[in-house]
């Protein structure tokens, strides 16, 4: 163990990884303890907000339409024109639902990046703009806003602070077995299997993976520069 240890920080101190020894036949980490594995990423706190600006979810988080119904928000979903009453604020979400699907809203038409998730009821209470038919999933899919309510401390307009916390899952939990994938390798749908094939080799939980999985999508390399 003390060998392992040893090897472990000498190649960390040079800048390399298991890989490098192992040439890719062992992929699961020695297990190391001590102070070196228990490097862990802070998340966002919420409540910091600006007049003017976009804000977004800090983690998932249970939000109610204007009926009362069920809108769960997931990390990084973005409200607009938004304001504060009390502890809550109300703002509205735009986003696009596969027809027959509905039960997800999507960030961008064909791309697979969560915003949220609704309830039955939620569902029929929704503004579409438009329908439109995507040749690439050969579906149609629904451009639509709906109005949310959600508590204050969930969410910020600190959309930097955000983006530095999902780097940083990245950077901490992804370079184990290998370097760092940056998030324009791959498509943002790409990213899904990417994500659900390597998290059980992390310490990473469930919000975190979630984090993880929309940062990457959000940065991948079909997506404008956020």
Same mark, same amino acid.
């Given at each position: 163990?003390?060998?392992?240890?040893?090897?472990?920080?000498?190649?960390?101190?040079?800048?390399?990884?298991?890989?490098?020894?192992?040439?890719?036949?062992?992929?699961?980490?020695?297990?190391?303890?001590?102070?070196?594995?228990?490097?862990?990423?802070?998340?966002?706190?919420? !409540? @910091? *907000?600006?007049?003017?600006?976009?804000?977004? $979810?800090?983690?998932? +988080?249970?939000?109610?339409?204007? =009926?009362?119904?069920?809108?769960?928000?997931?990390?990084?979903?973005?409200?607009?024109?938004?304001?504060?009453?009390?502890?809550?604020?109300? !703002? @509205? *979400?735009?986003?696009?639902?596969?027809?027959? $699907?509905?039960?997800? +809203?999507?960030?961008?038409?064909? =791309?697979?990046?969560?915003?949220?998730?609704?309830?039955?009821?939620?569902?029929?209470?929704?503004?579409?703009?438009?329908?439109?038919?995507?040749?690439?999933?050969?579906?149609?899919?629904?451009?639509?806003?709906?109005?949310?309510?959600?508590?204050?401390?969930?969410?910020?307009?600190?959309?930097?602070?955000?983006?530095?916390?999902?780097?940083?899952?990245?950077?901490?939990?992804?370079?184990?077995?290998?370097?760092?994938?940056?998030?324009?390798?791959?498509?943002?749908?790409?990213?899904?299997?990417?994500?659900?094939?390597?998290?059980?080799?992390?310490?990473?939980?469930?919000?975190?993976?979630?984090?993880?999985?929309?940062?990457?999508?959000?940065?991948?390399?079909?997506?404008?520069?956020?």
């Amino acid at each position: 163990m003390f060998l392992i240890l040893s090897d472990w920080l000498q190649a960390q101190t040079n800048g390399q990884t298991c890989i490098d020894c192992h040439k890719g036949i062992v992929h699961f980490l020695p297990e190391v303890h001590g102070d070196q594995n228990t490097q862990k990423s802070s998340a966002v706190q919420g !409540g @910091t *907000l600006s007049d003017g600006s976009a804000i977004f $979810a800090t983690e998932m +988080v249970k939000a109610t339409n204007d =009926k009362g119904n069920e809108v769960r928000l997931m990390p990084y979903a973005e409200l607009m024109q938004w304001k504060v009453d009390g502890n809550q604020i109300q !703002g @509205t *979400l735009h986003g696009w639902q596969q027809v027959g $699907a509905e039960a997800v +809203v999507y960030q961008e038409l064909g =791309k697979r990046i969560t915003l949220a998730l609704m309830d039955e009821d939620a569902r029929n209470h929704v503004q579409v703009l438009k329908t439109v038919h995507d040749a690439v999933t050969d579906s149609d899919w629904k451009e639509i806003s709906v109005t949310v309510n959600v508590a204050k401390e969930k969410m910020t307009s600190d959309l930097t602070a955000l983006n530095q916390y999902g780097n940083q899952l990245n950077q901490t939990q992804c370079s184990g077995c290998h370097s760092a994938i940056g998030s324009d390798h791959y498509t943002a749908n790409q990213w899904i299997g990417v994500v659900n094939s390597m998290k059980n080799r992390t310490s990473l939980n469930k919000d975190e993976v979630r984090a993880l999985t929309i940062y990457l999508q959000r940065n991948a390399k079909d997506m404008a520069k956020q």
